[in-house]
């Protein structure tokens, strides 16, 4: 376990240099000056040229690109362009906002999901198993970012029911033990600060979780409908087992595998940051301030952001195959690699 773990995190090395290079190469070679952006249009072309030089944008290409590694090596992404202040703490400011969202996201879409799942898998060809089916498609349909404006439509602007936006009501804010704010509102015993944030949470989670729930709902059905015909399922209705534990123990435990891997990698996809969500619901993660750097030419905070992406791709999806040995124990990690 030991050695295929180190393994899977050194091949992260060559993952994160070509995610590197393609984003450098799309940040400074086609993507236009970010001078003009950053300092006005106004801005005389002396001190256009005097700012490229502070912010290493002189040189060629490739010794640009290799400064920036070299940077990235010593665990300095750069600083912002507007800010001043270093990538790496900008993101970390804003990266709790998005993991509290995705881990509400991903809850509430592997629950639904695996219910919907299950219940159109034993109850095929009927009303609740075309329910599912049409409830499934109409998710991974429909763009997130609509669905978001939708509901915040209703939910906010006619039915007032919940806030349009925000992360909580900044005069309810708890006092911050730790970065995450549902954390501190539990933490600090403040009730109304948590049921704040409980209702500004509850629109984007859903929202962004609709597509996830989709996704994990057909191949639930999928790999449900495929193990109920296996031998060892009759074998255990021969035997006179119930049918609810035959479900639990034989069915469903054997289908996790391919349910488990498309949770991982939605978790994954909603920690790089749920891009459009976050803009819509106006949340303070990393999401939102990629669409704000984007528009800004604000490049270090841009590849920033990517490498930390792809870095979550990799770790996820190493996690997602240890569990793999833990649902079904027939399945080794070195042998699984060869």
């Known amino acids: 376990m030991g050695k295929y773990i180190i393994k899977r995190l050194l091949m992260l090395i060559p993952v994160l240099l070509g995610v590197s290079i393609i984003v450098f190469t799309i940040t400074h070679v086609f993507s236009p000056d970010p001078a003009p952006v950053v300092l006005g249009q106004h801005a005389t072309e002396e001190s256009m040229e005097q700012w490229r030089e502070a912010n290493g944008l002189t040189g060629s290409a490739v010794s640009q690109f290799g400064n920036y590694m070299a940077g990235i090596v010593k665990g ?48 095929k060809n009927s009303v609740w198993d075309n329910g599912g089916r049409i409830l499934s498609l109409v998710g991974v349909s429909v763009p997130i970012f609509w669905l978001g404006v939708m509901m915040i439509i209703l939910f906010s602007g006619i039915l007032h029911w919940l806030p349009s936006g925000g992360q909580i009501d900044p005069l309810l804010k708890p006092e911050a033990v730790t970065r995450f704010n549902l954390l501190n509102c539990i933490i600090t015993g403040n009730t109304e600060a948590l049921k704040d944030s409980l209702k500004h949470i509850i ?95 604000d490049f270090p905070v841009i590849q920033g952001a990517v490498l930390l992406t792809a870095t979550i791709y990799v770790i996820v999806n190493l996690v997602v195959d240890i569990v793999y040995t833990f649902l079904d124990p027939r399945i080794k990690l070195g042998k699984k690699e060869g």
Not at 77 to 91: H, R
């Open 76 to 123: 300095d992404l750069g600083n912002s362009y507007y800010t001043k202040m270093p990538v790496t703490e900008e993101l970390a400011a804003r990266f709790p906002a998005t993991i509290e969202l995705a881990i509400v996201s991903i809850i509430l879409a592997s629950i639904f999901g695996i219910l919907i799942g299950v219940v159109s898998a034993v109850k």
């Open 203 to 297: 629109m984007p989670a859903l929202a962004l979780s609709m597509y996830s729930m989709a996704i994990t709902t057909r191949i639930t059905r999928s790999s449900m409908l495929d193990s109920m015909k296996q031998d060892y399922v009759r074998t255990a209705r021969a035997k006179g087992l119930g049918e609810g534990r035959v479900l639990r123990k034989h069915v469903l435990r054997n289908s996790l595998n391919p349910v488990v891997t498309i949770i991982g990698l939605q978790f994954g996809s909603l920690l790089g940051g749920a891009v459009l969500t976050e803009k819509v619901f106006s949340w303070p993660g990393i999401g939102s301030y990629i669409v704000d750097c984007v528009q800004k030419s």
